[in-house]
């Protein structure tokens, strides 16, 4: 999950589809200069990581945020921030007593 949210325009979906549900390749294209094809590429990668998925409407693939990684890379990331808080205030304490 961290690999593909790694990548600055792969990150810049995620906000899209934040904000914008369910979109198409063209929606996601436009007012950009990324290609459909481009779009296509770095969405398969978020798919593969679990963090999108696509839904067939008709004949348009919509394309739409699975938030079920997102909560957990961000579970993640708030413990490894606890452990970097309670290593840092060891740290600390430890200099302070020097």
Known sequence: VFAALGDPTRLK?????CAGGALSIAQ????T???RQ???KH?????DA???????????????LEPGQIEEAKRTLELIGRQWEVALAKLKTFAESV
Do not use: P
């Open 13 to 17: 979906l995620v906000v899209v589809l």
């Open 28 to 31: 996601l294209t436009a007012n």
């Open 33 to 35: 200069d990324i290609s």
């Open 38 to 40: 481009g779009v296509t």
């Open 43 to 47: 969405l398969q990668v978020l798919a």
């Open 50 to 64: 679990g963090v999108v998925r696509d839904v067939k409407v008709g004949r348009e693939r919509l394309w739409q």
